[in-house]
C-alpha cells in the first residue's frame, strides 16, 4: 500500500513544484523506494494538447498517448519512471468523467454536487495503482486560494481523512520574498498561505520555501512558530545553476529525511547518491562548449521546448561538454538570408511545432545545414521542412510543400510532399482519423515501432534496427516521393513495421544530418542521454573543432 505526499503551491505559481515533486521522487529512490509521480491541474481544458505553448508550455506525450503537463516531463527526468496517462489529469477531464456518467444514469437521479461527486472522481483518480509503488507523489497544479482548484484540494483533504492516520502527508512550496530597502526576508506571505490551507482543513507537515537567499535561523523558528512545523521541517530551496543540482541541494537541506519523519519511518534507508554526483559532476566540470541554433516559432517562451533543452543539456553531459542553446525565430528567415545569423553555430536543430508560419524560414534553415555541412537535427516539422527543402532544391519538385499548409489556405498552392495523415496501424488496430475531425487527442500519439535499415547512421547511432520513440503528430512525408529524393542521397533509413510511414530520413554525404518523425527529447534523461542527443553533440564538437 501507497504511502501519499501531496505537494501544493502557495504565494505566488511557478515557484518550482514540479522541479521539488521530481527531486523528491529521485531522493525516495536513492534510498531504495518505489515511486510514482502525478499532477493534478485545475485549468478546465481536457488536455494540454490543444493549448498554445505559449499559453502553457510544451506538450509532454507518454508511451500510452497521453498529452499531459510539462512537469511529467520533469518527473520522468528526475525518476527514470515512465508516465502513463493515469498520471496526469484536469479539471476539465474530471467534469467530463462526471458529467459522461450522469448521462448515462450512473448516478441513479441524484443531484449531481462538486461534493461528494466531483471530489470522488479525483480520489478515484488519485487512488489508480496505488499498490504498485511504496510511494505515490501527487502535485496540485495552481496556487491554494485559487478558485478553481477548490475541488482538488478538499479531494486531497478528504483522501487523507480516509486513508489510515500517518498514509498521507502534505508538503506545501511558498516564496519567501527579499525586501531590499530592509535588507530582510519575509515570512509574512508564507503564514498568510499556510493560514489559507489551514481554513481548508489542510496543515502541511512539510514547509519548502522559495528565496534567493539563505534562510537565517531566525525566521526559519518564525515560520516553524506560526506554520506549526518543527524547524526541521522548514526546507530551503535556494536559486540553483542548474536544475539537476536540485536531488543534492535538496538531500543537504534534509527534504528527504523530512519526509521520512513525518512519515514516522525510522531508522531511514541510507541513500546513495552517486547518480547525482555523476549527474553534477558533468555539468560543473565540462571541458569544452558548443553552440547549437535552434530555429522554431515559440522562442519567446523557452518552456515551449522544454524537454528539447534539457535533451541537449544532456547530450552534451554524455560528451562532457557544455550546450550552448540559442533560439531563433524561424520567421527571420522568411525575409533574410540565415547566413549572418547561423554562420557561428556548431550545429542547427529544427523542432516540431504546427501550422505555417515560420516554416519557409525552417526550410532555409535546413538547406543552410544541409549547403554547409553543419550538423542538422529536425524533430517531427523539423523533419517535414528537410524533406520539403530536399524535394525542392534537389528532386527539382519546386512546389513542394505541405497539406497542412494548403488545408489553413483553404486552397492548393503546394505539391502536397506532406499529407495529412487518415489512417495508421496502433497494436492490432487500425486507426482512422479526418481533417474535420475534432484537435483533441487525434493525432498519431504516443509509443510506436520504427525499424532502421541496417547499416545506416542512425542504426549505428541506437547501436539497433528496431527502436521505439513517441510521436505527435497527424501530418506524413508521402512515399510517393520516396524514390526521387533518394536519387538525390536524402535516405529513408527508418520506417514504421508495416512500411508505409517515414520515421527517419537523413543524408548520405553529409557529416551528420538526420530528420526524425518522432520526438526522441521526451525520452532523455541526465543519467541516460538519448543516443541521438547524445551523437548530435558529438558531431557538434567535431564540427566545431573543424572551424
Same mark, same amino acid.
Given at each position: 500500500?501507497?504511502?501519499?505526499?501531496?505537494?501544493?503551491?502557495?504565494?505566488?505559481?511557478?515557484?518550482?513544484?514540479?522541479?521539488?515533486?521530481?527531486?523528491?521522487?529521485?531522493?525516495?529512490?536513492?534510498?531504495?523506494?518505489?515511486?510514482?509521480?502525478?499532477?493534478?491541474?485545475?485549468?478546465?481544458?481536457?488536455?494540454?494538447?490543444?493549448?498554445?505553448?505559449?499559453?502553457?508550455?510544451?506538450?509532454?506525450?507518454?508511451?500510452?498517448?497521453?498529452?499531459?503537463?510539462?512537469?511529467?516531463?520533469?518527473?520522468?527526468?528526475?525518476?527514470?519512471?515512465?508516465?502513463?496517462?493515469?498520471?496526469? +489529469?484536469?479539471?476539465? %477531464?474530471?467534469?467530463?468523467?462526471?458529467? /459522461? *456518467? !450522469? $448521462?448515462?444514469?450512473?448516478? #441513479?437521479?441524484?443531484?449531481?454536487?462538486?461534493?461528494?461527486?466531483?471530489?470522488?472522481?479525483?480520489?478515484?483518480?488519485?487512488?489508480?495503482?496505488?499498490?504498485?509503488?511504496?510511494?505515490?507523489?501527487?502535485?496540485?497544479?495552481?496556487?491554494?486560494?485559487?478558485?478553481?482548484?477548490?475541488?482538488?484540494?478538499?479531494?486531497?483533504?478528504?483522501?487523507?481523512?480516509?486513508?489510515?492516520?500517518?498514509?498521507?502527508?502534505?508538503?506545501?512550496?511558498?516564496?519567501?520574498?527579499?525586501?531590499?530597502?530592509?535588507?530582510?526576508?519575509?515570512?509574512?506571505?508564507?503564514?498568510?498561505?499556510?493560514?489559507?490551507?489551514?481554513?481548508?482543513?489542510?496543515?502541511?507537515? +512539510?514547509?519548502?520555501? %522559495?528565496?534567493?537567499?539563505?534562510?537565517? /535561523? *531566525? !525566521? $526559519?523558528?518564525?515560520?516553524? #512558530?506560526?506554520?506549526?512545523?518543527?524547524?526541521?521541517?522548514?526546507?530551503?530551496?535556494?536559486?540553483?545553476?542548474?536544475?539537476?543540482?536540485?536531488?543534492?541541494?535538496?538531500?543537504?537541506?534534509?527534504?528527504?529525511?523530512?519526509?521520512?519523519?513525518?512519515?514516522?519511518?525510522?531508522?531511514?534507508?541510507?541513500?546513495?547518491?552517486?547518480?547525482?554526483?555523476?549527474?553534477?559532476?558533468?555539468?560543473?566540470?565540462?571541458?569544452?562548449?558548443?553552440?547549437?541554433?535552434?530555429?522554431?516559432?515559440?522562442?519567446?517562451?523557452?518552456?515551449?521546448?522544454?524537454?528539447?533543452?534539457?535533451?541537449?543539456?544532456?547530450?552534451?553531459?554524455?560528451?562532457?561538454?557544455? +550546450?550552448?542553446?540559442?533560439?531563433?525565430?524561424?520567421?527571420?528567415?522568411? *525575409? !533574410?538570408?540565415?547566413?549572418?545569423? #547561423?554562420?557561428?553555430?556548431?550545429?542547427?536543430?529544427?523542432?516540431?511545432?504546427?501550422?505555417?508560419?515560420?516554416?519557409?524560414?525552417?526550410?532555409?534553415?535546413?538547406?543552410?545545414?544541409?549547403?554547409?555541412?553543419?550538423?542538422?537535427?529536425?524533430?517531427?516539422?523539423?523533419?517535414?521542412?528537410?524533406?520539403?527543402?530536399?524535394?525542392?532544391?534537389?528532386?527539382?519538385?519546386?512546389?513542394?510543400?505541405?497539406?497542412?499548409?494548403?488545408?489553413?489556405?483553404?486552397?492548393?498552392?503546394?505539391?502536397?510532399?506532406?499529407?495529412?495523415?487518415?489512417?495508421?496501424?496502433?497494436?492490432?488496430?487500425?486507426?482512422?482519423?479526418?481533417?474535420?475531425?475534432?484537435?483533441?487527442?487525434?493525432?498519431?500519439?504516443?509509443?510506436?515501432?520504427?525499424?532502421?535499415?541496417?547499416?545506416?547512421?542512425?542504426?549505428?547511432?541506437?547501436?539497433?534496427?528496431?527502436?521505439?520513440?513517441?510521436?505527435?503528430?497527424?501530418?506524413?512525408?508521402?512515399?510517393?516521393?520516396?524514390?526521387?529524393?533518394?536519387?538525390?542521397?536524402?535516405?529513408?533509413?527508418?520506417?514504421?513495421?508495416?512500411?508505409?510511414?517515414?520515421?527517419?530520413?537523413?543524408?548520405?554525404?553529409?557529416?551528420?544530418?538526420?530528420?526524425?518523425?518522432?520526438?526522441?527529447?521526451?525520452?532523455?534523461?541526465?543519467?541516460?542521454?538519448?543516443?541521438?542527443?547524445?551523437?548530435?553533440?558529438?558531431?557538434?564538437?567535431?564540427?566545431?573543432?573543424?572551424?
Amino acid at each position: 500500500m501507497a504511502r501519499f505526499i501531496f505537494i501544493t503551491g502557495g504565494v505566488v505559481s511557478s515557484l518550482g513544484k514540479g522541479l521539488a515533486s521530481a527531486a523528491l521522487g529521485a531522493l525516495l529512490q536513492a534510498r531504495g523506494y518505489s515511486v510514482r509521480l502525478r499532477k493534478l491541474d485545475p485549468y478546465l481544458n481536457v488536455d494540454p494538447g490543444t493549448m498554445s505553448p505559449f499559453e502553457h508550455g510544451e506538450v509532454f506525450v507518454t508511451d500510452d498517448g497521453a498529452e499531459t503537463d510539462l512537469d511529467l516531463g520533469h518527473y520522468e527526468r528526475f525518476t527514470g519512471v515512465h508516465a502513463r496517462g493515469t498520471d496526469s +489529469v484536469s479539471s476539465g %477531464r474530471i467534469y467530463s468523467t462526471v458529467l /459522461e *456518467k !450522469e $448521462r448515462r444514469g450512473d448516478y #441513479l437521479g441524484k443531484t449531481i454536487q462538486v461534493i461528494p461527486h466531483v471530489t470522488n472522481e479525483i480520489k478515484d483518480f488519485i487512488s489508480i495503482g496505488e499498490d504498485e509503488v511504496d510511494f505515490m507523489l501527487c502535485e496540485i497544479g495552481g496556487t491554494v486560494g485559487d478558485i478553481e482548484g477548490l475541488p482538488f484540494f478538499e479531494a486531497i483533504r478528504q483522501f487523507a481523512q480516509d486513508k489510515e492516520r500517518g498514509q498521507c502527508i502534505f508538503m506545501h512550496l511558498t516564496l519567501l520574498p527579499y525586501v531590499a530597502a530592509s535588507g530582510e526576508l519575509k515570512t509574512k506571505p508564507t503564514q498568510h498561505s499556510v493560514k489559507e490551507l489551514r481554513s481548508i482543513g489542510i496543515a502541511p507537515d +512539510v514547509l519548502v520555501c %522559495r528565496s534567493d537567499k539563505p534562510i537565517p /535561523e *531566525k !525566521e $526559519r523558528e518564525k515560520i516553524a #512558530l506560526f506554520c506549526n512545523v518543527r524547524k526541521e521541517d522548514v526546507i530551503a530551496a535556494p536559486d540553483l545553476k542548474s536544475i539537476y543540482e536540485a536531488p543534492l541541494a535538496y538531500h543537504r537541506e534534509g527534504l528527504d529525511q523530512a519526509v521520512l519523519d513525518a512519515f514516522r519511518i525510522s531508522p531511514a534507508p541510507k541513500p546513495n547518491l552517486s547518480r547525482w554526483d555523476d549527474v553534477a559532476d558533468r555539468i560543473f566540470n565540462a571541458e569544452g562548449e558548443v553552440r547549437v541554433a535552434i530555429v522554431g516559432k515559440y522562442t519567446q517562451l523557452e518552456d515551449a521546448y522544454k524537454s528539447i533543452a534539457e535533451a541537449l543539456t544532456h547530450g552534451g553531459m554524455a560528451n562532457r561538454t557544455r +550546450v550552448k542553446a540559442e533560439w531563433i525565430d524561424a520567421e527571420i528567415f522568411d *525575409k !533574410e538570408d540565415p547566413a549572418p545569423y #547561423l554562420s557561428g553555430f556548431n550545429a542547427i536543430l529544427v523542432p516540431g511545432g504546427f501550422g505555417e508560419r515560420g516554416t519557409e524560414g525552417k526550410i532555409r534553415a535546413a538547406q543552410f545545414a544541409r549547403e554547409r555541412g553543419i550538423p542538422y537535427l529536425g524533430i517531427c516539422l523539423g523533419m517535414q521542412m528537410a524533406v520539403i527543402e530536399a524535394a525542392r532544391n534537389l528532386a527539382g519538385l519546386k512546389d513542394a510543400g505541405s497539406e497542412e499548409f494548403d488545408h489553413e489556405a483553404g486552397q492548393k498552392r503546394f505539391t502536397p510532399v506532406v499529407y495529412h495523415l487518415k489512417e495508421w496501424v496502433q497494436g492490432n488496430n487500425t486507426i482512422a482519423r479526418k481533417v474535420t475531425d475534432d484537435k483533441g487527442g487525434t493525432m498519431r500519439l504516443g509509443a510506436y515501432t520504427a525499424i532502421l535499415n541496417e547499416g545506416s547512421k542512425v542504426a549505428k547511432v541506437y547501436n539497433a534496427t528496431s527502436i521505439e520513440e513517441r510521436h505527435r503528430h497527424r501530418y506524413e512525408v508521402d512515399l510517393s516521393y520516396r524514390d526521387k529524393l533518394e536519387e538525390q542521397g536524402m535516405v529513408f533509413s527508418g520506417m514504421s513495421p508495416d512500411g508505409r510511414l517515414p520515421e527517419i530520413v537523413e543524408i548520405k554525404d553529409h557529416p551528420w544530418f538526420i530528420g526524425v518523425q518522432f520526438h526522441p527529447e521526451l525520452k532523455s534523461k541526465p543519467f541516460a542521454p538519448h543516443p541521438l542527443f547524445a551523437d548530435f553533440i558529438r558531431a557538434a564538437m567535431e564540427a566545431e573543432r573543424l572551424v
